[in-house]
């Protein structure tokens, strides 16, 4: 009975609009919090913000506790993501750490505590969603990418190895010389460098900056624009399921109706 | 009765077409004007451009007053955005400044004088107007933008803090940092800077470039392509309707019309 | 007589095909004639470039004249843009140029003759053409970004004037150094310079760079998008009546004739 | 009796999933080996990988020939592209080479191998063939870039050859110039170098950034999304098709049965 009504208590207090509001406010306190740290402020106020951060904490756990305690089904909290990760960060955040080396993890942990806003507020969450379910696509165009980049940096590593290697030393800093290719920066340098010793280079580079920049766009345009309307479709037989509208299957069984009833007029003649 | 037609006489004069140019031709003048002060002119000719200026802060002047007298409800004038916005401009443009620092506050009113071009100018109010449509929507594309930038900044500029402060010394150096590396400019250099000291923190430039370029691009493009598919559904409809074409709804209807024809006939026999 | 038996043969060779692949083989020659000139070629070779030089615009000459005489109205000849512009090219190239000013040129008209590619291949003009439609629609976008551009530049060459004159002396150096920022090239270096004396100016780039290169790119996709929507939209009702497909409209009538049948059937009882 | 079986064994390992999955190890062990290649290895390390080098080839040897025998039709094996591919490069590995020049060129050889994975694995080869497929649409595109790329060439080196050979000797040279112009690489630091000169060439380049960027984003973005469009309209008609909705044509049909019930009964009155 007792634990009954502390479970609608912490249902009542979840649901609740204004103490979702507070959490967003923790969150974006503990962000600042965390932005404050960088600077390099006085002594007295960083006992200050150790003092805030040990408070959002606190907060997080009654929190994730409220969220824990509302749940119908105990078992399968833990398997939804969010539970989990928000779970964790709270942990790790209320391990003490003293010693300088855990302080720094620390530290990186309490970072990702903002990471929290996209798994409070819905708008968020179904953003994230929908750039999710277009990565399974774009899987294959990843690995196409990868090889070629993968042969295009051997091929460099073995041409211009001796050349420069700073850019082209071994495969992985030839595919990190490449990315930079790609992206178009200082590209020439790069080029420059290599076409003093073997003037007809820049077809390695053109032929490169086609294939990836061009299939890039090709490939990533074509699958958004897919989606998308995939979507679009959904939402417009939603729509007009939902309106009521006749569609030609309504039509077409209604002509049927007439037919029947012209044949019945007939027999009954 | 004398008030009546003077009222009659601003609004034909404000939808006189002739008027309208003459007001974009002054617009277009005052924009001249800016510019010309921004070269080094001789005093004489500095002399005949302040002249100018009044006499276009003074056409600007008598054109809002037309405007406002034309007006039929004299109350809603200031409720709408654009002609808040051209009063403040011809106000402010009508203080006396004499002093220095003043005087630079002066200019840069009368540089936003240009944007009275779009006040004037339907075609680019319903441009600006689609602009702002998309702009809600995008709200929340920002946000996880920012977030990303947030995270990112904070371990930036714990981790390399050190070795480049000029780049990494606060939260806010860093996303200006971060923003400069998502447009790609010269990044390579911050990013070799950082692999000296972290030969792996080039994972960390990949991933924010992956995430940030390709967020945003999905984004941008999915909801950019959405807003216009809803405008031309609409142009559709609105297209079909005024044509009077007929709908499956009309189909629907008339066939409903013949079995009650049918069973109508029926009954007469 | 004479004449009429001139015309026919002229009309019959351009209608040739292989008249037609005969020029675009000279266009292609006149091309490398260019492309050859800005090697280093010895004197001889250049004599022989000369030559040949002639010979392509006597064959142009020629060609020209083959497609006058054929045209069936002579007057109307000179009102297609194309046919104006393949003379003018003509006719300036049979100038007789030997002082070197004019040689200069008499040059840079024959690298205009490139272009004549495209008002003989269909399949150019047919792209160039689809291109021109999309123009008037894009005028005003052009206009909002130049407003945007005129205001910053007037801002910029007001404030940061003293800092850099090299790139903010006047209000037109200063929309050239926004181009430069728009497109990111060495935007930083622009930043940080005037960063040193106002802190808070990466305000101005960073406002800049959103307006621009959002706008932009949201009104390009939008406008091509919906310019290809129109064509897709225009093509397929051309498809569906080329094909006979009954459409609603012929639905309706239909069960409009079926009405009037049963009517007229009461009507017998 | 023999061959058949042997046949049939081939064709029952060349359908075997787990085959395929181990053809694919081997190429991600070959492409390590590649990789491997690139850094610099100890001695004995080298042995190794010049062994684990010949089982890859002698495995692939055994999985073409494999292939071969279970093809049903020996004389069509030979007319696939990627058989070709697959056999060349298998052979050409076969070839022993020692001395450092064939060397040299059997390394490159070997890169190739990681190809076989698009080969090998259906999904990359959908996806390239969707990629081969939009590119003679682009042909004319890229046509007409060229044309563009080689009127401001030859324009670049007539005028700026004298300025900077290193950047405008001849055509060939201009070309790539302008190539990092478009990609907005250090274009700044070419045009203030000619604007020193010609203080008007920055109508040069701007035009050229113009009609390339834009005409290139324009048509690519106008056929990915045609391309696009003619999938969709493809797959809705198949899926109709297959769903046994009924369309337009079957409401029209039924109308008419309706019509010649109609006129039969009356008929018969």
Redesign the interface.
């Known amino acids: 009975m007792n634990f009954q009504s502390l479970q609608n208590f912490s249902l009542s207090l979840r649901n609740n609009k204004l103490f979702e509001l507070f959490v967003v406010a923790i969150i974006i306190i503990s962000?600042l919090l965390?932005?404050a740290k960088?600077?390099?402020v006085p002594d007295h106020y960083l006992s200050i913000i150790r003092i805030l951060d040990w408070v959002v904490t606190l907060i997080f756990l009654f929190e994730i506790c409220i969220r824990f305690i509302a749940d119908e089904e105990k078992k399968r909290f833990f398997t939804k993501g969010w539970n989990i990760f928000d779970s964790l960060i709270v942990i790790i955040s209320l391990i003490p750490i003293e010693d300088s080396e855990m302080a720094?993890v620390g530290?990186?942990v309490r970072?990702?505590r903002?990471?929290r806003?996209?798994s409070i507020?819905p708008?968020?969450r179904v953003?994230?969603n929908?750039?999710l379910k277009?990565l399974p696509q774009l899987g294959?165009?990843v690995?196409?990418m990868f090889?070629i980049f993968?042969?295009y940096a051997?091929?460099g590593?073995?041409i211009f190895?001796a050349i420069n290697p700073e850019l082209w030393?071994?495969?992985t800093i030839?595919m990190?010389t490449l990315?930079?290719v790609m992206?178009?920066?200082?590209?020439?340098d790069v080029m420059y460098e290599t076409m003093a010793v073997y003037p007809f280079s820049?077809i390695y580079y053109?032929s490169f900056?086609f294939l990836t920049a061009?299939?890039f766009?090709?490939?990533?345009?074509?699958i958004?624009?897919?989606?998308?309307?995939d979507e679009?479709a959904k939402e417009r037989e939603e729509k007009e399921a939902a309106e009521g509208?006749?569609?030609?299957?309504?039509?077409?069984r209604?002509?049927?109706?007439?037919?029947l009833?012209?044949?019945e007029?007939?027999k009954?003649?």
């Open positions: 962000a965390i932005g960088t600077y390099r720094f530290r990186l970072i990702f903002v990471l806003m996209i507020v708008e968020l953003l994230l929908s750039l277009a294959y165009v690995l196409l090889i993968y042969i051997a091929i590593s073995t190895g030393r071994d495969i030839s990190l990315f930079r992206t178009f920066e200082d590209w020439t820049w053109l900056i061009f299939a766009l090709n490939m990533v345009i074509g958004v624009v897919s989606v998308l309307e679009h509208k006749p569609t030609i299957e309504d039509l077409s209604q002509i049927e109706e007439l037919k009833m012209i044949s007029s007939r009954v003649d």
